[in-house]
């Protein structure tokens, strides 16, 4: 009969530990065994993660407006976005184009965005608002 292996309990370093085992927040070490991070590290980090999230949002409404600025010169202006979308002013058309540059494109941000920046660059929103719902039901067609 085989002999198993008692396991020890979950305080036993011989064990390998799980890697989804959550990290202590001390400082393990010869000087300070077991003593607990300070107060002022964890707010530090967790301002250093703030200002992170700061400058990732300035990013992003960065890129947009650079977006928007490329595709007010590309096409003239309003009077240009306006031509060039003129077949988006029916509703049913915008929606199809939403649709259809998502399923080509595999994501409906992606798409959104791309919309969000025309608008900032001229874009009518009443011609933008079908082709972001567009993009949202183009997103049923990426999953199949």
């Not at 530990?17 to 065994?33: F, H, I, N, Y």
């Not at 003239?76 to 979308?85: D, H, I, S, V």
């Amino acid at each position: 009969m085989p002999k198993f292996k008692h396991l020890s309990p979950a305080g036993d370093s011989s064990l390998p530990r799980s890697p989804l085992a959550v990290p202590s927040k001390s400082r393990e070490g010869p000087d300070s065994p077991g003593v607990p991070a300070a107060a002022g590290e964890q707010r530090t980090s967790s301002v250093i993660q703030w200002a992170r999230v700061l400058l990732y949002t300035y990013l992003l409404l960065l890129a947009v407006a650079t977006i928007g600025a490329g595709f007010s010169i590309l096409t003239g202006g309003r009077e240009g976005a306006e031509k060039l979308f003129a077949f988006a002013t029916n509703p049913i058309m915008g929606l199809l184009a939403g649709m259809l540059s998502t399923a080509l494109v595999q994501s409906s941000s992606t798409v959104t965005s791309i919309i969000v920046g025309l608008c900032a660059g001229g874009l009518p929103v009443v011609s933008a608002i079908p082709m972001v719902m567009g993009a949202n039901v183009g997103t049923t067609i990426t999953n199949t």
